[in-house]
């Protein structure tokens, strides 16, 4: 069975940066395409990024282009989201999510497993 679980977030002042993780167990890391999405306070959840490869990313928000970026570290079958240069319009629970067949998606309901989410803050 494939689990997903995120860790690094937290509180963090605006303009510094944060390094979140997402650990799969049941499954190889490289079988699956993985999202991060953002749930913002009294907001629905949204797609930032998604990866099919270590250095590929399909962004999905203009604003995180040159700020946010994912990698995969394929012996721990562990996904990375590099969030540099954080804003207020940032925070939120921080969701990784995995899909096949490897390929991104816009979609929230094609993606099959979720994390349980980690909590990111960013003080202005």
């Known amino acids: 069975q494939v689990q997903l679980v995120e860790s690094g977030g937290g509180l963090v002042q605006s303009g510094e940066s944060r390094r979140l993780s997402c650990v799969m167990s049941?499954?190889?890391?490289?079988?699956?395409?993985i999202g991060w999405f953002r749930q913002a306070p009294g907001k629905g959840r949204e797609v930032v990024l998604c990866?099919?490869?270590?250095?590929?990313?399909?962004y999905y928000e203009d604003s995180v282009k040159d700020r946010f970026s994912i990698s995969r570290e394929r012996a721990k079958n562990t996904v990375y989201l590099q969030m540099n240069s954080l804003k207020p319009a940032d925070p939120g629970i921080y969701f990784c999510?995995?899909?096949?067949?490897?390929?991104?998606?816009?979609?929230?309901?094609?993606?099959?497993?979720w994390g349980q989410g980690t909590q990111v803050t960013v003080s202005s």
């Open positions: 999510s995995a899909r096949r067949p490897y390929i991104c998606s816009v979609q929230e309901s094609l993606y099959r497993y």
């Open positions: 049941g499954d190889t890391l490289d079988y699956w395409a």
């Open positions: 990866s099919t490869r270590g250095s590929e990313s399909t």
